[in-house]
C-alpha cells in the first residue's frame, strides 16, 4: 500500500460507521454514472482509457521541445496549470531543474508587471509556448497568448514560431481551436468529459511535464493503481471513500474549514491544486468545506495561533511523507552555544516529524480533528495514485453534501461583471 489513511486522531471513528451506507451509495452513484455531472466523468477511467496515439505524441513533441527550447512556458489558469505545478514542484530539485526545460507559467493572473518582466526574460531564451484552455475563451490566458505568440513570431519569425507553439483545448469548439486549426500549431485534445480541475492526467498536464522531464510513464501508472484502489467498493479496502466519509461526519460537527498541510514545501503546489479540486466541486448551494492550506512548520509560526486557538471550525489533512528524497545530521558541537547539541545526531528529518507529531497533539488537544494521508516517498507513481485518491474522493465528498461535484456556475459571476465594465461586446 503506497498511499495510507490514519483516522485515530480525528474524533469521528465510531460515527463513520453511521453513514458508511451513505458513502457507499455516494460511491455507487458515481461509478454507475448515475449522479449530477454523469457527464464529466471521463477522468475516472483516463488512467487506463487514454488516447494512446496522443500520448506517444504528447512524448515527440516534449523531446522536441527539449531539443530546441530551454523554457516551455505554460499559459493557463486554473485547472489548466495547476496541476502540472503540482506535479513539477513536487518533483524538480528545489535548486535547478530536471533533465527537460524550465517550465515558467503565464495567464494564470493579470498582472502587467509580470508580462514586461516575462517578455523581457524570454529576450535572450530560446523557448516554446503551451497555451492550454479548455474552452478555449479565458480572459487571462487568452490576453497572455496575445503578446507571447507576438513576441515568439517576432523572434522566430511566422513560420519556425508555428512549430514552438503547442494547443491545448477542445478538440472541435472555442476560440483556440480555431486559431489552431487556421495557423496550423500541434494540438492536443482536453476531453469534453473531463473538467478543467480534473484534467492533470490528460494533455493538459502531461505534456509540460514530459518537457520538464517529470516521468509521466510513473506518473499514469500511480493512478492506474489509484483507479483499481479507490474505485473498490469495500469500506474497509477503500481508503478514499473512508476519507470522503470522514470529511462528510467532520463537516456535520460544523468544521466547515478542512486545512490540507504537508511539513514539505515541495508540496505547496499540491495544496493549490487540491484547493481548486475541493473549492470548485463542493462550494455550492450555500455548502462545502472550505479548502486552505498551510506548510509546516513555516505556517506554525504565522498561522499556528489561529489553528490552536481561534473558531473550532476546522479540521488538519496532514499529508506525511515517511522517506524524505534527502536528509543529513545535526552535528555535535563542543560550545554548544546555540543549545542545539540536545538534538546531535538527530537528522532534520527526525526533527520535522517530531515537530509533525507535537503538533498533531497540540492541535488534537485544542479541538482541531486530524486526519493523516501517508506516502512512502515523494515520486511520480505516488503522485499519480494521490491525485487519483483526491478526485474520487472530492466526487464523494460531492454526492454525499448532494451537489453536482462537476460544475462551476459560481465562477462565471465575476466574469460577467468583468466584462461589463471592460465594455465587452453582448454583456
Ligand atoms: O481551461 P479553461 O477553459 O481556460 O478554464 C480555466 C479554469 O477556469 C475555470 O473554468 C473557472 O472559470 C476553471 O474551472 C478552469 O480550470
Redo the contacts with the bound molecule.
Sequence with gaps: MTVKLDLTNSGIEKKIESIKEKSFGALDKLLSKTGEGNDFLGWIDLPENYNKEEYDRIKKSAEKIKKDSEVLVVI?????Y?GTKAVENAIKPYFGKLDGVELIYAGHHLSSTYMVELLDYLKDKDYSLNV???????T??AVAFRFLKEAIEKKYGKEESVKRIYVT?DKEK?ALKGLANEVGYESFV?PDDV???F?VLTA?GLLPLAAAGVNIDELMEGARLGRKKYTTKNFEDNIALQYATAREVLYDENKAIEILVSYEEKMRYLAEWWK?LFG?SEGKDGKGIFPASTIFTTDLHSMGQMIQDGVRNIFETVISIENPEKNLNINEEEANLDGLNYIAGKSVDYVNKKAMEGTVVAHVKGGVPNIKIEIDKLDEKNLGELLYFFEITVAVSGYLLEVNPFN?PG??EY?TQMFKLLGKPGY
Design positions: 493557463g489558469i486554473g485547472g489548466s495547476l492550454i484552455s479548455k474552452s478555449g475563451t479565458t487571462e490566458p483545448t472555442g482536453v473538467g478543467g480541475r484534467s493538459v481548486q470548485e462551476q465562477v462565471e466574469k
